[in-house]
């Protein structure tokens, strides 16, 4: 098709394109028509020029277009319904509708949605991530992340501009449909800013466009493939483009048409009113919940453990996840699977700088921009890449549980290793004294938590966690910690120990109670356990490498040896004492359970003062189960 023929194709589309989006969002009483007719020119030129098959919607070298402004749904779905993906028709009557796949923010589970977005600020942040992974996987694509003019006030979008920069990711595009209007009106007066000078002072190549225009639009695609540079299409559009009394007006940002108002839009479009058959197509609608089964991103690795270290002399949990990571990169540095490291300005505290030297191409330095980390590392690891992001917990865990809710709604792959967490961080203080890490994980429905031991312990996860696919949280202190030993002595996660999810690790036998401890206490707590044995007083020790969750069989046992305690530096109320708590009712089970933890914001101090504060000191332990028993 010639440039004029493709040109008037386009209008047409835009034409049908502008009353599905009316009729839909009318039959539904709900969603945003604005900003999806502002921006569906854009959207239109984009779907008809770049790499993409509906027939096959995981194509390999497909460019990848994702829409940041999830809200623009009604846009979205006509396009790809207009390209094949599925009847247009469906996406009109079952928009917003229980039981959907149609739902009011984009979603994966509509087929040709790569990302599902909704939060505003975190599309580029995914784009760059895909884009990154085209050159990681060597295999060639574009990323187009189109984005709303108010969404430029959030901050990760300037983080996401300074990683693309820094990366040369000349692959990916970005546009901001400039229609200057968000919910509470003109984008100038809700907050002040330059969006022009703002990209370009972060080094990317803007260029202004008439985003109705589809002659300039088209240019504009073509013209941005030889730049190296990425690039920003600054686009131009009015809100509620088509029709004359919405155009220009932010209540139809999140407002719908009136059947009579939509009525004479359409005659406006010169387009017949098919509502009232939409209307009982929706009323037919009937559900069908296996359609919400979200797709997952595919990771099949080639990537091998290597053999376990056994560590005999004390050391940190950090380390040893360095020196796995490390090995691990070394073992598997031809392998086809690549495996990737990202950081955020901490390498030598996360200790992640051995792998830097193994493997510098795949260590990504993201400096101090978390939100932006905790995306990227998302979407790398959902283009086939293993992909480890290692942080300190407060900012790995805390500051970005929104990036890590995003990540577990599209079903990623990622790896986060998260180091200083509980008290271990002593003199920091209380604002990186991270006691919410368990809380936290159990709100992220598809991530996994596992929190090692001690170094044996921390290598054999790692290794075992090199060719698995899904998400999961790795956390560990900071301090040396004690080797954990069996009765006899002898090192408890030795060469001969297989880690297995979710599993209790029993350390001590007993019949006068159950000790449940998880993270950086065990060593504290064992030495209590052994003292009150030389007192006659033999409790149960189990450690909890997966405090989310614990075994029927392993808490109904617990529940026949008398008392419970758990034990962890975590805030009291939502960690492996609240597992515990529930699993019993659960089970319908009767037990005295005791929990020690961080009971309040801590005070600062060296991590031994700090313990002793919060009663999780050796001595503390004993003397509290001692007067218990």
Same mark, same amino acid.
């Given at each position: 098709?010639?440039?004029?023929?493709?040109?008037?194709?386009?209008?047409?589309?835009?034409?049908?394109?502008?009353?599905? *989006?009316?009729?839909?969002?009318?039959?539904?009483?709900?969603?945003?028509?604005?900003?999806?007719?502002?921006?569906?020119?854009?959207?239109?030129?984009?779907?008809?020029?770049?790499?993409?098959?509906?027939?096959?919607?995981?194509?390999?070298?497909?460019?990848?277009?994702?829409?940041?402004?999830?809200?623009?749904?009604?846009?979205? +779905?006509?396009?790809?319904?207009?390209?094949?993906?599925?009847?247009?028709?469906?996406?009109?009557?079952?928009?917003?509708?229980?039981?959907?796949?149609?739902?009011?923010?984009?979603?994966?589970?509509?087929?040709?949605?790569?990302?599902?977005?909704?939060?505003?600020?975190?599309?580029?942040?995914?784009?760059?991530?895909?884009?990154?992974?085209?050159?990681?996987?060597?295999?060639?694509?574009?990323?187009?992340?189109?984005?709303?003019?108010?969404?430029?006030?959030?901050?990760?979008?300037?983080?996401?501009?300074?990683?693309?920069?820094? +990366?040369?990711?000349?692959?990916?595009?970005?546009?901001?449909?400039?229609?200057?209007?968000?919910?509470?009106?003109?984008?100038?007066?809700?907050?002040?800013?330059? *969006?022009?000078?703002?990209?370009?002072?972060?080094?990317?190549?803007?260029?202004?466009?008439?985003?109705?225009?589809?002659?300039?639009?088209?240019?504009?695609?073509?013209? *941005?493939?030889?730049?190296?540079?990425?690039?920003?299409?600054?686009?131009?559009?009015?809100?509620?483009?088509?029709?004359?009394?919405?155009?220009?007006?932010?209540?139809?940002?999140?407002?719908?048409?009136?059947?009579?108002?939509?009525?004479?839009?359409?005659?406006?479009?010169?387009?017949?009113?098919?509502?009232?058959?939409?209307?009982?197509?929706?009323?037919?609608?009937?559900?069908?919940?296996?359609?919400?089964?979200?797709?997952?991103?595919?990771?099949?690795?080639?990537?091998?453990?290597?053999?376990?270290?056994?560590?005999?002399?004390?050391?940190?949990?950090?380390?040893?996840?360095?020196?796995?990571?490390?090995?691990?990169?070394?073992?598997?540095?031809?392998?086809?699977?690549?495996?990737?490291?990202?950081?955020?300005?901490?390498?030598?505290?996360?200790?992640?700088?051995?792998?830097?030297?193994?493997?510098?191409?795949?260590?990504?330095?993201?400096?101090?921009?978390?939100?932006?980390?905790?995306?990227?590392?998302?979407?790398?690891?959902?283009?086939?890449?293993?992909?480890?992001?290692?942080?300190?917990?407060?900012?790995?865990?805390?500051?970005?549980?929104?990036?890590?809710?995003?990540?577990?709604?599209?079903?990623?792959?990622?790896?986060?290793?998260?180091?200083?967490?509980?008290?271990?961080?002593?003199?920091?203080?209380?604002?990186?004294?991270?006691?919410?890490?368990?809380?936290?994980?159990?709100?992220? +429905?598809?991530?996994?938590?596992?929190?090692?031991?001690?170094?044996?312990?921390?290598?054999?996860?790692?290794?075992?966690?090199?060719?698995?696919?899904?998400?999961?949280?790795?956390?560990?202190?900071?301090?040396?910690?004690?080797?954990?030993?069996?009765?006899?002595?002898?090192?408890?996660?030795?060469?001969? +120990?297989?880690?297995?999810?979710?599993?209790?690790?029993?350390?001590? *036998?007993?019949?006068?109670?159950?000790?449940?401890?998880?993270?950086?206490?065990?060593?504290?707590?064992?030495?209590?356990?052994?003292?009150?044995?030389?007192?006659?007083?033999?409790?149960?020790?189990?450690?909890?490498?997966?405090?989310?969750?614990?075994?029927?069989?392993?808490?109904?046992?617990?529940?026949?040896?008398?008392?419970?305690?758990?034990?962890?530096?975590?805030?009291?109320?939502?960690?492996?004492?609240?597992?515990?708590?529930?699993?019993?009712?659960?089970?319908?089970?009767?037990?005295?359970?005791?929990?020690?933890?961080?009971?309040?914001?801590?005070?600062?101090?060296?991590?031994?003062?700090?313990?002793?504060?919060?009663?999780?000191?050796?001595?503390?332990?004993?003397?509290?189960?001692?007067?218990?028993?």
């Amino acid at each position: 098709m010639n440039k004029q023929d493709l040109i008037k194709h386009l209008e047409q589309q835009a034409i049908e394109a502008r009353a599905a *989006i009316l009729q839909m969002t009318t039959l539904s009483g709900s969603g945003h028509p604005g900003g999806s007719m502002s921006s569906i020119d854009i959207l239109l030129a984009l779907y008809n020029t770049t790499t993409h098959d509906p027939a096959n919607p995981q194509l390999p070298n497909r460019d990848r277009i994702l829409v940041s402004n999830g809200h623009i749904s009604p846009a979205v +779905y006509t396009v790809l319904g207009q390209q094949g993906y599925f009847p247009l028709k469906d996406a009109i009557s079952q928009f917003r509708k229980f039981g959907s796949i149609f739902e009011g923010h984009i979603e994966r589970t509509v087929p040709g949605v790569e990302w599902t977005t909704g939060n505003l600020g975190q599309g580029l942040s995914a784009g760059a991530g895909m884009a990154l992974a085209s050159r990681i996987n060597q295999t060639p694509y574009r990323v187009y992340v189109m984005m709303g003019d108010g969404e430029q006030q959030k901050g990760q979008i300037s983080e996401a501009r300074r990683f693309a920069t820094k +990366y040369g990711l000349n692959n990916l595009c970005a546009i901001v449909d400039y229609n200057k209007l968000q919910i509470s009106g003109n984008i100038s007066d809700v907050m002040y800013q330059d *969006i022009k000078a703002g990209w370009e002072s972060d080094g990317w190549l803007v260029k202004d466009i008439d985003g109705h225009n589809f002659a300039e639009i088209l240019e504009a695609l073509e013209a *941005i493939k030889t730049s190296d540079k990425p690039t920003m299409l600054l686009a131009h559009t009015v809100m509620g483009k088509g029709v004359s009394f919405m155009e220009n007006q932010a209540k139809f940002h999140g407002s719908t048409l009136s059947d009579m108002q939509l009525d004479e839009a359409l005659k406006q479009l010169k387009v017949s009113n098919e509502l009232s058959k939409y209307r009982k197509l929706r009323e037919e609608f009937t559900p069908d919940l296996s359609t919400h089964e979200a797709s997952r991103f595919e990771l099949k690795t080639d990537l091998v453990a290597g053999q376990p270290v056994v560590y005999e002399a004390e050391t940190d949990n950090r380390s040893a996840w360095g020196t796995a990571i490390a090995d691990l990169a070394k073992i598997n540095i031809e392998a086809g699977t690549p495996l990737v490291v990202v950081d955020c300005d901490l390498a030598a505290s996360v200790k992640t700088g051995d792998f830097a030297k193994v493997s510098p191409d795949r260590f990504i330095q993201s400096g101090i921009m978390e939100q932006n980390a905790a995306v990227v590392s998302g979407a790398l690891s959902a283009s086939g890449i293993q992909t480890f992001w290692s942080d300190f917990g407060v900012f790995g865990i805390g500051e970005v549980y929104n990036m890590h809710r995003l990540n577990d709604i599209n079903h990623t792959n990622l790896k986060v290793v998260v180091t200083h967490v509980g008290l271990d961080v002593g003199e920091d203080g209380k604002t990186h004294q991270c006691i919410d890490y368990i809380g936290l994980a159990k709100n992220l +429905y598809n991530f996994r938590l596992i929190c090692p031991a001690d170094p044996n312990h921390t290598d054999r996860i790692i290794r075992w966690l090199i060719n698995k696919p899904g998400n999961y949280i790795v956390t560990m202190g900071r301090s040396k910690v004690p080797i954990i030993r069996n009765e006899e002595g002898a090192v408890y996660y030795d060469m001969g +120990y297989n880690f297995e999810f979710g599993k209790e690790d029993l350390l001590r *036998i007993g019949n006068q109670g159950t000790v449940f401890v998880t993270g950086t206490p065990v060593g504290r707590t064992l030495k209590a356990i052994d003292s009150l044995r030389d007192m006659g007083i033999y409790l149960n020790l189990y450690y909890v490498s997966a405090p989310t969750l614990i075994s029927n069989e392993t808490i109904e046992n617990a529940a026949k040896h008398g008392p419970i305690f758990s034990i962890e530096d975590h805030n009291v109320n939502t960690g492996l004492a609240a597992t515990i708590a529930t699993k019993l009712v659960d089970l319908g089970l009767v037990a005295k359970l005791f929990r020690y933890g961080v009971a309040e914001y801590p005070l600062a101090g060296v991590s031994e003062d700090v313990y002793r504060w919060a009663g999780l000191d050796a001595a503390g332990l004993l003397n509290k189960i001692k007067q218990e028993i």
